[in-house]
């Protein structure tokens, strides 16, 4: 085998894991079967002993999967992944490969819905407690951290208002505690931001987002060590939410245009989000690439990107909000993001709509907040659509105008 290391991220997006057959194939074939045969009943007995290492069963591993994982793990600089039917199901499986009873979660307050309820309605069933913390306050974290503290979990730039946390100093702070860092590096993917070399333990994915890319599978993967991968990977071939070969084709085709990807969201996001603060309507956009993002130079510290996720406020509220996203055209009304089409949101009646009015406003989602992932369109097409939200929503900030004047 190569060693990955040695390759540009370029190259190991298109080459790593790939194992060629008999068939001496270019692509990557898609083996669609649930069970391996062997020729002898001896064979059988060594394969399943574990004496000859191979595939079994693809609960347990499956060659589509495996060329996935790999080239997952070359890409994010870890020593192992192990895929999982969606991102919520590698959340879950490491959280229960790696906690008991009385153990403690540390998170950061602005999470992925499911996430949240994961933690706060399941895991807490079971004795795993979660506390929060402010995600870009480190003193937050400290407070937040307790002797039963076992896993700080974030996320970096959280979604939608795009805060930034200190990855190295999260990590030195979990291991002074003897936790471990976990970061959901779905915003950023492998492309933008490497949690391991910046000193996390585990990094998961929701390969559903950037590193499908078009918007058509469910997947997740968990990265990291040896050691604590193949307590993961146990858990995950013993409880079953394992990723299904045609998705792992589709994830690992999407790596091999991860980059080019990630490059042009990027670009478009910054001159979306410029011109963005520079409208008269809205009172604050949030991208972590603007010079006046409050975390903008840890972003360049430890970012080689801003992503593709804007977000900004009208001054109108929920009707300006709602009136900006109906008016638009060409972007897509959901709260998916990753997506080769942009995508439009109001995290307030959509992805927070069940957060009370008190527990929003603490989390920082005004009423008048719309968040955009920007796909692959032309920024200037977008733009113009973004000009027809503004054009809808400016009677509404008018009438505020008014009633306060
Ligand atoms: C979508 C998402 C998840 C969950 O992933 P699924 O594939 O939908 O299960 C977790 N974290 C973040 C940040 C996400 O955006």
């Not at 192990?82 to 879950?92: E, N, P, Q």
């Not at 079971?126 to 407070?143: K, M, N, P």
């Not at 008190?358 to 097409?381: P, Y």
Request: with cysteine; proline share 4%; aromatic share 8%.
């Amino acid at each position: 085998m190569f060693d990955w290391d040695a390759f540009d991220f370029e190259t190991r997006a298109v080459r790593a894991g790939q194992q060629r057959s008999n068939e001496q194939e270019q692509g990557e074939p898609i083996f669609t079967t649930s069970s391996f045969v062997y020729e002898t009943a001896a064979e059988a007995a060594a394969r399943f002993s574990g004496e000859l290492p191979g595939n079994i069963y693809s609960r347990f591993t499956n060659p589509t999967v495996r060329t996935f994982e790999r080239r997952l793990a070359a890409l994010e600089g870890g020593e192992r992944c192990v895929a999982t039917a969606s991102g919520m199901a590698a959340i879950l499986s490491l959280c229960l490969a790696l906690l008991r009873a009385g153990d403690g979660i540390v998170a950061s307050r602005s999470l992925f819905g499911s996430t949240h309820l994961l933690f706060d309605r399941y895991l807490a069933r079971f004795g795993i407690t979660t506390r929060y913390a402010a995600l870009a306050d480190l003193d937050s974290w400290r407070e937040a951290i307790g002797p039963t503290t076992r896993l700080l979990f974030l996320e970096s730039p959280s979604n939608p208002l795009l805060e930034v946390a200190d990855i190295p100093a999260l990590a030195e702070l979990a291991h002074r505690h003897g936790a471990l860092l976990v970061v959901d590096n779905c915003v950023m993917t492998p492309a933008l931001q490497r949690p391991l070399a910046l000193g996390a333990d585990l990094v998961v994915h929701s390969a559903t987002k950037y590193i499908d890319g078009q918007g058509r599978c469910l997947g997740g993967a968990v990265v990291g060590r040896e050691e604590l991968m193949e307590e993961i990977y146990s858990f995950m071939r013993t409880a079953g939410p394992t990723m299904s070969p045609f998705n792992a084709w589709v994830f690992t085709k999407g790596l091999e245009t991860l980059s080019l990807r990630m490059r042009a969201h990027c670009e478009s996001a910054l001159l979306i989000a410029r011109w963005l603060s520079e409208q008269p309507e809205v009172a604050r956009s949030y991208y972590p690439g603007l010079a006046d993002h409050p975390q903008h130079r840890l972003a360049v510290r430890q970012q080689s990107g801003f992503g593709g996720l804007v977000s900004f406020e009208l001054a109108g509220g929920r009707e300006a909000a709602w009136a900006f996203i109906d008016a638009t055209q060409l972007l897509s009304i959901t709260a998916n993001l990753g997506d080769t089409k942009s995508t439009i949101t109001h995290p307030a009646t959509t992805t927070h709509g069940r957060l009370s009015p008190q527990d929003r406003a603490a989390a920082g989602i005004g009423d008048g907040l719309v968040r955009i992932s920007v796909g692959l369109e032309s920024a200037t097409d977008l733009i113009a659509d973004l000009e027809r939200g503004l054009l809808a929503c400016r009677p509404y900030l008018e009438e505020r105008g008014d009633k306060s004047g």
